[in-house]
């Protein structure tokens, strides 16, 4: 069975700072992964994805996530924290094959604030 | 390409009664979505819809249902609410097996 753990609620960082926000997995077979950000009353905007290839991933906004497999963990980062960063960051993975293929498992979220 | 849209935004109903909510997806996508999102349960899968028909479901009740239509759009419908299913429903769509792309959501609160 997928799943996803996001072991910090909340991860504060100073404008300017590099961020990095965490997130575990476990799956059947090959995962494909995703981040996803929250500002509120809206819905999860598609920041990046890793589906093969190379472990560094690059997205929106100047985010990027490194993929180990060993560790099965894809964690996101950026070198600079920007205010408008701040939102809730979900992690996500689905399994590459297999009934429920398309189903996205998703962590609990991380609170990210920026502080100016 | 217009994003996915959601309607209505938010809805405010009684207990017992019946929900439908509505998603048009991205143009060219067909495959829809569906999830629950609640401060105790985070993101729940509902189903998922495939050229008009059910490929996935969660563990929800039966009083979840969908369907989707030939033009892509989609509808999911919560019969005999309950004060729990009071949720930010929020609708997914995306090319085959690729991203899934939200909408805004729909805010449901059951009185």
């Known amino acids: 069975a997928q799943s996803v753990a ?22 059947s077979g ?21 589906i093969t290839g190379d472990n560094l991933v690059k997205g929106s906004y ?4 490194e993929f180990n497999k060993s560790q099965t ?3 996101l980062k950026k070198p600079s924290a920007l205010v408008s960063d701040s939102a809730l960051y979900f992690c996500a993975v689905r399994a590459s094959f297999g009934k429920g293929a398309n189903n996205l498992f998703f962590g609990t979220g991380t609170r990210l604030t920026v502080i100016p | 390409k217009a994003g996915v849209t959601q309607t209505p935004r938010y809805l405010i109903k009684t207990r017992g009664q019946q929900v439908t909510l509505s998603c048009s ?15 105790g349960q985070g ?7 495939f050229s008009e028909t059910q490929r996935n479901k969660g563990n929800f009740p039966g009083r979840f249902s969908g369907r989707q239509f030939s033009n892509s759009r989609s509808e999911m ?14 609708c997914a769509s995306s090319l085959r097996d690729s991203e899934q792309y939200f909408g805004p959501g729909t805010r449901l609160t059951v009185t």
């Open chain 2, 43 to 49: 993101l729940q899968f509902l189903f998922e819809y």
């Open chain 1, 6 to 27: 996001q072991p910090e609620d909340q991860v504060n960082v100073a404008e300017g700072n590099p961020l990095t926000v965490k997130c575990t997995y476990s799956v």
């Open chain 1, 62 to 65: 100047g985010f990027e996530a």
């Open chain 1, 73 to 75: 963990s894809f964690h």
């Open chain 1, 30 to 50: 090959n995962p494909y992964l995703f981040w996803y950000v929250q500002y509120p009353n809206r819905g999860l905007q598609f920041l990046l994805k890793y």
């Open chain 2, 77 to 90: 419908n919560v019969s005999t609410l309950e004060l729990g299913d009071s949720a930010l429903y929020l």
């Open chain 2, 25 to 39: 997806p991205i143009s060219g996508h067909r495959s829809v979505s569906w999830y629950q999102q609640t401060p």
